[in-house]
Each structure stands twice: as structure tokens, then as C-alpha cells.
């Protein structure tokens, strides 16, 4: 199973955090990470999980209509920057169909060391926004693993141009 995991794109500074909206350079982010998806993404993935909050929500729809993919969305409740990657490692063990999720961090960084098997609390890495990981799942979960074994497939960094 592969899971690809995008880190919101840049959004606008402020108050409260939930309706912070993308700011103009987060919207060609989220354009160009779109348009850089191939059709081997496109293929695996039937849905577009994404946390709740308005950057998450604008990232996913930019990436869906660049993409020029007809994927539907929805809401993944535990995808928030606050909320326990534990949650979401243990969905992710048990599913068993490629999935992209947009997300925030520190919840991102920390559920990829959760799945590579880091230590308890380790960053697995430095997730800057509108930077995607393609993590592959090896195994399934064990008394000893109890999010499976994972391994890192690939680590796009965000888009850079104008």
C-alpha cells in the first residue's frame, strides 16, 4: 500500500488558524504540485483526504483541478496540526488502498516517524509546505510493529518558480 502525504501549501499569517486562507503564492504551489502528479498517482488514488481547516481544503481542490482529476475529497478528522499521528499511523496500517492526504504539520512530520518507526515523538522529516512524501508500506502490523513497516518511496520538495 502507498500513501502520499502533502503538507498544506503557503497560506496568509493570522487569526484564528482554522480559516487561515492560501495566500497567492500557495495557490501556484498547489497548482504546480497539481500538474507535477503523473497518472501513476492518479491511478492508486481514488480519494483526496484532507484536514478541515481552509489551507488543507484550498490546497486539495487546487491540486484536484490542476490535476485535471475527478477524485472526490472529504474530510479526514485527525489530520489537524495538533491531532495524535497515533490515530491516523493506526488507519493508515489497516487500509488497504493508496491514499493522498493533505495535512499540516507537526502532525505530518511526526506520523512519518511514527511509520518509519523513529523513536516515540522523533520528526521523521523536515516537512516544509507543498512538500509531498511517498511512503510504501512492506508489511502490515505486528505485536512488534504495530503500524507495519514502512519505507520512504520519495520526498518531493515544495515547487520553486514564480
Not at 493570522?14 to 497539481?34: F, I, T, Y
Not at 493522498?100 to 509546505?129: E, M, Q, T, W, Y
Amino acid at each position: 500500500m502507498i500513501v502520499f502525504l502533502l503538507r498544506h501549501a503557503d497560506a496568509v499569517p493570522g487569526e484564528p488558524d482554522l480559516g487561515r486562507p492560501l495566500s497567492p503564492k500557495g495557490r501556484r504551489q498547489s497548482a504546480r504540485v497539481g500538474r507535477s502528479l503523473g497518472l501513476e498517482v492518479w491511478s492508486l488514488v481514488r480519494v483526496i483526504e484532507h484536514s478541515p481547516l481552509l489551507r488543507s481544503v484550498q490546497t486539495a481542490r487546487l491540486v484536484q483541478s490542476a490535476a485535471k482529476v475527478r477524485q472526490p475529497m472529504k474530510v479526514l478528522a485527525g489530520l489537524e496540526p495538533e491531532a495524535n499521528p497515533r490515530v491516523t499511523a493506526t488507519q493508515l496500517a489497516r487500509s488497504r488502498t493508496a491514499r493522498l492526504l493533505v495535512g499540516h504539520n507537526p502532525h505530518l512530520s511526526a506520523l512519518v516517524g511514527l511509520l518509519l518507526g523513529l523513536r516515540d515523538g522523533a520528526l521523521g522529516i523536515h516537512f516544509r509546505k507543498a512538500a509531498l512524501v511517498t511512503l510504501e508500506r512492506l508489511a502490515g502490523p505486528t505485536a512488534r510493529k504495530p503500524y507495519g513497516t514502512w519505507r520512504l518511496k520519495s520526498l518531493v520538495p515544495p515547487p520553486v518558480g514564480k
